[in-house]
């Protein structure tokens, strides 16, 4: 099972977009997902049109350490997707953490709980916090979008860089080490301002450097993911080709280049999607 965070210590940058597309293609690929919403705006949660509501979520999980499937885990309508929805609305969750000898650690305890998924995706609030830091700590690998503006990179830099050093300090005295980040410039446009920040930010992280690499792979300004959204749908499914006329790649082409750079172990998987699909008569484009 890999456990990969969407993390940002800033707001806006589109955590919750990235994630259900991540994670509605590499479902349609095979991988059994699980959504877990640890946003206290849970849109996420209300992503993808649930095929059957558990009675909890979040709240369950990490308050009371309850892991069972049928209390804690919601099914959505798309096959291999399930959710753990954000329900934490009287915001208890981080003070019950602060207040807990195993705060910052229980989500890693948990995890080990949850039996049967290939993948395990945790969208979190774009704000520093006990819960994001918690995300961080239970992660193999966690995934930063960035939108390519110079406010939001001096912000990555300052807070979600910060926040991976302290971690580092505490994870010290744990079994826990702080994951790999690869950072995904979102909202790409076609402007000289955009491509400068995403190739200085590409330099200032080369080879790896403070564990962070900056992805060569964007996500592109455009309609089609708030159109998918609006659909509840993956934007692979929503846009497989690109439109007759447009420069930029097709929504589909984008999230599959995203999902094989972060994990080249899934390109065999997204690549016998792509043939399937192909022979039916849908998408046949090649993941890059």
């Keep these: 099972m890999r456990v990969v965070s969407v993390i940002s210590t800033k707001g806006g940058v589109g955590k919750t977009t990235v994630t259900a597309n991540l994670g509605g293609l590499l479902a349609d690929a095979g991988l059994k997902v699980l959504f877990i919403d640890l946003d206290s705006q849970p849109t996420l949660s209300s992503y993808y049109p649930l095929r059957t509501e558990a009675p909890g979520g979040t709240y369950e999980l990490i308050a009371l350490s309850d892991t069972a499937p049928d209390r804690v885990i919601s099914q959505t309508a798309h096959p291999n997707l399930d959710v753990v929805i954000s329900n934490d609305h009287a915001g208890q969750l981080p003070q019950l953490l602060l207040n807990a000898p195993d705060g910052r650690f229980r989500l890693a305890q948990l995890l080990s ?133 447009r420069k930029s790649p097709a929504a589909a082409d984008q999230v599959k280049a995203m999902a094989c750079e972060l994990n080249p172990d899934w390109q065999p998987l997204i690549d016998a999607m792509v043939s399937t699909t192909a022979m039916q008569g849908g998408c046949h484009d090649e993941c890059h």
């Design 113 to 245: 709980n949850l039996s049967g998924y290939d993948l395990i995706l945790i969208d979190t609030q774009g704000a520093r916090s006990i819960t994001l830091e918690m995300a961080v700590l239970a992660s193999d690998h966690a995934l930063s979008p960035i939108t390519p503006e110079l406010l939001s990179a001096r912000e990555f830099v300052r807070g979600t860089v910060g926040l991976l050093r302290d971690l580092e300090a505490l994870s010290q005295f744990t079994h826990l080490s702080v994951p790999p980040v690869s950072v995904l410039v979102n909202r790409l446009d076609e402007t000289a301002d955009a491509r400068g920040i995403h190739q200085t930010l590409a330099e200032m992280f080369a080879a790896g450097e403070q564990g962070v690499t900056v992805m060569q792979s964007t996500i592109r300004a455009g309609v089609a993911f708030r159109q998918a959204a609006s659909a509840g749908l993956p934007a692979h499914q929503f846009e497989p080709r690109k439109p007759v006329g």
